[in-house]
C-alpha cells in the first residue's frame, strides 16, 4: 500500500527566497506523481505531473524532480512570492481500476512573507 | 483550461439524510473519480468509475455510497444516509489515460 509522507509540514520564507518541498513515497512502482496546490477552503489546482519514466518537470518558476529508486520527489519554487503562500500537496499515482489513482501526502504549509 | 465543475459548494444536511452530490467533468475524459478530505486531514480516495462501471473503490466507499453517470455529462455521488464522520469536502475528478487529475473545487458537506 503506497505511503506518501511531505517534510516539512509548515515553512515561512521571505519573499524572493529559493525554497524546496520534499515528497517521499513508499511503493517504488509508482504509475506517476503529481504536485497540487490548495488555497484554503478550495479546491486542488494541478501544478506538475511526472511520469514514471522522467525525472523532472518544469513550470515557470517550479521545477519537480522523481527519483524512484530513493522514493523522493521534490518541488522547487524559485524567486517566491507572497502569492505563493498555500499548501503544497504531493500525490502518488499508482494503477488502480482501469487507470491510476492517487495517494496524498497531507501536505506542507508555505507561506511567503513579504 | 478546462474545469470540473462541482455543485453545490456548501451543503448542510441532517444525519440520517441523503445527499447528492454533483459534478460535470471535462468533456473528453474518460475516467471519473471522487476523493474526500476530512478537515485536517488527507485527501482520500473514495472510488473510480469507467465506462459506466466502478473500476476500484476503498474500503471508505460502503454500501451508503453510490456513484452514477446518469447522462453523458454529469457525474453523481450519493450518501444514502449520512453520518456526522461523512462530514468533509468532497472533490470530483476526471482524466484522461495516464493524464494528470483535474479537480473541481469541491463540495463541502456538514451532517448535523
Known amino acids: 500500500k503506497q505511503e506518501v509522507t511531505q517534510i516539512p509540514a509548515a515553512l515561512s520564507v521571505p519573499e524572493g527566497e529559493n525554497l524546496v518541498l520534499n515528497c517521499s513515497f513508499t511503493d517504488s512502482a509508482i504509475y506517476n506523481l503529481q504536485w497540487f496546490r490548495q488555497d484554503p477552503g478550495k479546491g486542488l489546482t494541478s501544478l506538475l505531473l511526472i511520469q514514471s519514466s522522467q525525472r523532472e518537470q518544469t513550470s515557470g518558476r517550479l521545477n519537480a524532480s522523481l527519483d524512484k529508486s530513493s522514493g523522493r520527489s521534490t518541488l522547487y519554487i524559485a524567486a517566491s512570492q507572497p502569492g505563493d503562500s498555500a499548501t503544497y500537496l504531493c500525490?502518488?499515482?499508482?494503477?488502480?481500476?482501469?487507470?491510476?489513482?492517487?495517494?496524498f501526502g497531507k501536505g506542507t504549509l508555505l507561506t511567503v512573507n513579504p | 483550461e478546462p474545469e470540473v465543475t462541482q455543485t453545490p459548494s456548501h451543503q448542510v444536511t441532517q444525519m440520517g439524510q441523503e445527499v447528492i452530490l454533483r459534478c460535470v467533468p471535462i468533456?473528453?475524459?474518460?475516467?471519473f473519480y471522487w476523493y474526500r478530505q476530512i478537515l485536517g486531514q488527507k485527501v482520500e480516495f473514495l472510488v473510480s468509475?469507467?465506462?459506466?462501471?466502478?473500476?476500484?473503490k476503498s474500503e471508505i466507499f460502503d454500501d451508503q455510497f453510490s456513484v452514477e453517470r446518469p447522462d453523458g455529462s454529469n457525474f453523481t455521488l450519493k450518501i444514502r444516509s449520512t453520518k456526522l464522520e461523512d462530514s468533509a469536502m468532497y472533490f470530483c475528478a476526471s482524466t484522461g489515460w495516464g493524464e494528470k487529475l483535474f479537480f473541481g473545487s469541491g463540495t463541502q458537506l456538514s451532517v448535523l
Open positions: 468533456s473528453n475524459h474518460l475516467y
Open positions: 500525490a502518488g499515482g499508482t494503477p488502480g481500476g482501469s487507470n491510476y489513482k492517487l495517494t
Open positions: 468509475f469507467y465506462n459506466n462501471e466502478i473500476s476500484e
